[in-house]
């Protein structure tokens, strides 16, 4: 953040290290039990020497409630510095503090902060404090500051910014731009490493690490929108000029506010913060390898790292993997799909299941000698009321891999109808005669595709899912589509993946008769 100084002023860039926290219970400071670690564990804090502290108060480095619990720590510390020098303006960021003002206010600032700041838990180091002042008042700000170890410099850099001289800020631009490819080589080999910075969803900086080193014009189709088979990656070249005007204008009260005065205080919009929070849980969290790996998928590159041969004794490939049966992924990635969609169903059916068995045969015949006639044959999903009230409606979930050595003849329309005609010979005359219900086939293909049957199997649902919720139905189709699409995913990059061993069997073991052998007391 830019510090805007008076005229001959100085801004005071202070950091400081944490060396404990330590609150006293009094009307200034936080009772002890408020400032517990999210984990509610032992933190180890490691020291020099090989020594190691645990301590069960405070917080670490990851824990989200980090930034609030230094936020409630500071402000008693703040409050007692603007009271005792109100011309100082003072910008905080967890831990780091920075003041402007004139050079003599800073000075009084800064006792003020060696002085109050170890009865809040908070010591100073004035060797990682500098003063940035102009060339001209460098001696006058050596003669205050002589004996405090502060150095003083032209420039620094301040949590992400530079502020100092035009020459510093300019140089550290110039290394900025090089280091994020933004002068000359965007669009060139490493073209995703500055838009790394400005994503906030997925990280693309490891996407410039080999194997992954992009060609020239490789950028140009993944920045397509996604319905054309790009990845929506916007040009950083083109969305700097509107990001930063974005930037000034919703970091402007914050700015005014900072300048104006030092005692006023942000009164924050609680339910806005609501908003903006970010459930943790929408299940769309891949992590880099499992990303790098979903693109190479998705523009047949070649994967890193895969074994030469299966556990299976076959040769490993791509096509080999997404159709082995060894280690049961197969069943995770149909089971998956079945889940989701059947919790989705309770929403708005009755009498919804997985699995049900269907009624057993008294002598019924049917026409197709694929029908299932097995007693105890089941369909994936049950729920009454779903195409028509009081009627049940039954379910089947097939997904197939269209690059199989079987279907690379055909396409992929037909493999769909095929495998759809498949589920309906196997379950429709059985499901519509005897239980008098309604059979639709759910079929996917491993790229994330639907069949016509399931395309409008889910439009229903998100036009229900609207209805229920009160939402628009573009919102709840996108969602659906989505959270179908990252299933079908992880469960692709799990055969690939997954560990096929055959030494990873439960072992048997008679627990009762271990216990009682082992005289294991309750």
Not at 12 to 18: A, D
């Amino acid at each position: 953040m830019l510090l805007v100084p008076y005229s001959c002023v100085l801004a005071l860039w202070v950091v400081v290290r944490l060396q404990y926290m330590q609150f006293r219970n009094s009307s200034q400071t936080l009772p002890r039990k408020i400032l517990q670690n999210t984990y509610h564990t032992s933190i180890r804090v490691v020291i020099p020497g090989n020594g190691e502290i645990s301590s069960s108060e405070g917080t670490s480095q990851g824990d989200p409630l980090a930034m609030g619990m230094y936020a409630l720590g500071v402000i008693p510390l703040i409050r007692t510095l603007t009271a005792t020098c109100p011309q100082v303006h003072q910008v905080w960021y967890a831990d780091d503090a920075s003041g402007a003002g004139s050079c003599a206010d800073l000075r009084v600032w800064w006792d003020a902060l060696c002085s109050a700041g170890p009865n809040f838990g908070y010591h100073p180091n004035p060797s990682k404090t500098f003063l940035v002042t102009k060339p001209e008042h460098a001696e006058k700000a050596k003669q205050l500051f002589a004996g405090t170890n502060v150095s003083i410099c032209a420039g620094k850099r301040c949590l992400g910014a530079a502020i100092g001289s035009k020459s510093f800020t300019e140089e550290y631009v110039r290394k900025k731009s090089v280091d994020f490819h933004l002068k000359d080589n965007v669009g060139h080999t490493k073209p995703i490493s500055p838009f790394g910075a400005r994503n906030s969803r997925i990280s693309f900086t490891s996407l410039n690490r080999p194997p992954f080193m992009l060609q020239s014009g490789t950028f140009s189709y993944l920045a397509l929108p996604v319905r054309f088979g790009g990845l929506g990656i916007a040009n950083p070249t083109e969305m700097s000029a509107p990001a930063f005007l974005a930037s000034v204008k919703l970091t402007a009260p914050l700015t005014s506010m900072i300048v104006s005065t030092g005692t006023t205080e942000i009164q924050l919009d609680y339910n806005l913060l609501q908003s903006l929070k970010r459930d943790i849980n929408h299940g769309f969290h891949i992590n880099k390898g499992e990303f790098r790996d979903a693109l190479c998928l998705r523009y047949d590159w070649s994967l890193p790292n895969v074994p030469q041969h299966c556990s299976c004794g076959k040769h490993f490939s791509v096509d080999h993997a997404m159709t082995c049966h060894l280690g049961g992924f197969l069943t995770v990635r149909h089971n998956d799909i079945r889940d989701f969609t059947a919790s989705l169903l309770t929403e708005v059916c009755h009498n919804v299941a997985t699995e049900p068995t269907l009624q057993p045969l008294n002598g019924e015949t049917f026409s197709y000698r694929t029908a299932n006639t097995d007693a105890e044959a089941r369909a994936d999903i049950r729920a009454r009321g779903f195409w028509s009230k009081g009627q049940d409606a039954y379910f089947d979930v097939r997904v197939f891999h269209p690059n199989a050595s079987s279907y690379v003849s055909k396409p992929l329309s037909a493999l769909f109808r095929t495998h759809e005609q498949a589920k309906k010979r196997e379950y429709g005359q059985r499901i519509r005669d005897v239980e008098h219900g309604v059979f639709t086939p759910l079929v996917f293909s491993t790229s994330g595709a639907m069949g016509r049957e399931a395309t409008t199997f889910y439009k229903r649902l998100a036009d229900l899912l609207s209805d229920k919720q009160d939402k628009a139905y573009s919102l709840i189709m996108g969602w659906l589509r989505c959270r179908l699409s990252f299933a079908i995913l992880r469960s692709a990059i799990m055969c690939l993946r997954g560990s096929r061993s055959s030494y990873h069997h439960p072992v048997y073991c008679d627990l009762a008769l271990a216990v009682h052998e082992g005289r294991v007391s309750l």
